[in-house]
């Protein structure tokens, strides 16, 4: 348990690079393109779709364990700070195995998409061709590492309450401060 517990830490470790490179990435894109527009007029083709179809998904789903794991996802506790600690465990159960069946079925979901998309060869419809399909991928690839963390979580949950504490998210320091 605890070696596939470091291995989804590691995995969600490295799509959380990868996602602080496509956003430095998109930065420096979107600055060149607003620079070639103004100074040449003449933008860089193909932006929009790169931008929509590569760097925002690869921003929204690739980092979405690495974000569980540290449990720093949006959450409110007006009222769960005061249920009693069994009520909390059976409700942390409840929403990681409800949490752990919708990922699970979205991973699916989306892999059985992507992969119609690459059969098919997906590109832009415009005055730029962008192959679309690549992207198609960060979906699936960040939800099931996702749903991954979730069943480790629901495994272990009942016998501890340690998953479900933030942590600090120093990533060069191994989660440690």
């Known amino acids: 348990m605890q070696l596939l517990m ?4 590691s ?18 894109h979107v600055t060149l393109d607003v620079i070639l527009s103004q100074f040449i007029a003449e933008p860089l083709p193909g932006t929009v779709e790169i931008v929509s179809g590569y760097y925002m998904v690869a921003l929204v ?16 506790d007006v009222l769960y700070s005061h249920i009693p600690d ?11 195995a409800l ?4 990922l699970s079925l979205m991973t699916y979901r989306t892999w059985l998409d992507a992969l ?22 960060f979906v699936p690839i960040g939800c099931a590492v996702l749903t991954v963390a ?8 009942p016998f501890t309450d340690a998953d479900m504490q933030s942590e600090p998210s120093d990533m060069t320091a191994g989660g440690t401060t």
């Open 6 to 9: 470091k291995a989804t830490d």
């Open 11 to 28: 995995i969600s470790r490295l799509l959380m690079i990868f996602s602080i490179i496509f956003a430095g990435a998109m930065m420096l």
């Open 61 to 76: 789903f690739l980092p979405l364990a690495f974000v569980e794991l540290k449990n720093e996802h949006i959450h409110v």
């Open 86 to 96: 069994r009520g909390k465990t059976i409700l942390d159960i409840f929403a990681l």
């Open 99 to 102: 949490s752990t069946v919708y």
């Open 116 to 137: 119609e998309k690459f059969e098919v060869g997906e590109y832009s419809m415009g005055m730029f061709s962008v192959a679309l399909w690549p992207g198609r991928f």
């Open 150 to 157: 979730l069943l480790l979580k629901l495994i272990r949950r």
